[in-house]
């Protein structure tokens, strides 16, 4: 065996057990020429079934435009996606895909390498909600802060257009805090004395 063939069994050898899916396209048919063992289990395709399929029949549909702009991106200098994919069963799966132009055969083709990244997308979208979500809590949260102009007297607060408030009123309107009403033994004492019992006090 020579040299040449040697190192052409070793490059098939790498190929055959990347972990990563491996497909060779034509560059101008955009047919599937060779796949890896990943690029079967992972597509969920018999060799025979991909061979010779177009490689945007991999692919969810997409408008003409952004088909041609996704090509154009490949052929003129290879590219970086992130991109949902169809298996062979029906359901979807996100790759990271990378494209190489490479010779093949005496032709120029792509090489493209896929990497599911199914799972930690979904965390990165879990992520992303739970973030808007307490974005949006935070955004409902009032608080309040710095000097408040109270009456010494009535306990009214002036509010930031000039007029006066009732304090639970203002507080109402700056925060999410609600008020039940009550009447202290102090008061209690002062305002119904015939219903005031010291006991009460004690125990409150």
């Not at 010779?52 to 154009?72: I, N, Q, V, Y």
């Not at 607060?157 to 000039?162: A, C, E, T, V």
């Not at 309107?173 to 008020?179: G, I, K, L, T």
Request: with cysteine; net charge negative.
């Amino acid at each position: 065996m020579s040299n040449r063939d040697n190192t052409a069994g070793q490059f098939k050898t790498l190929f055959m057990h990347s972990l990563d899916a491996l497909l060779i396209i034509d560059a101008e048919s955009e047919r599937i020429l060779e796949v890896n063992r990943t690029a079967h289990r992972l597509l969920g395709y018999t060799r025979k079934e991909i061979i010779g399929k177009r490689f945007t029949s991999l692919l969810p549909p997409m408008t003409e435009d952004s088909r041609k702009s996704k090509a154009d991106e490949i052929k003129t200098f290879g590219a970086v996606f992130v991109q949902e994919f169809l298996r062979a069963d029906g359901s979807h799966r996100v790759m990271d895909m990378t494209f190489t132009m490479i010779p093949w055969d005496c032709q120029q083709a792509i090489l493209a390498t896929l990497r599911d990244v199914t799972e930690r997308v979904k965390v990165e979208e879990e992520r992303e909600r739970l973030i808007r979500d307490l974005q949006e809590a935070m955004e409902k949260i009032k608080t309040l802060k710095g000097l408040l102009p109270i009456c010494a007297n009535c306990k009214k607060i002036r509010n930031d257009d000039g007029y006066w408030q009732q304090i639970e009123v203002y507080i109402h309107e700056h925060s999410d805090a609600d008020f039940t009403h009550g009447i202290c033994p102090e008061c209690m004492k002062t305002l119904y004395p015939e219903f005031y019992d010291e006991n009460d006090e004690k125990q409150s």
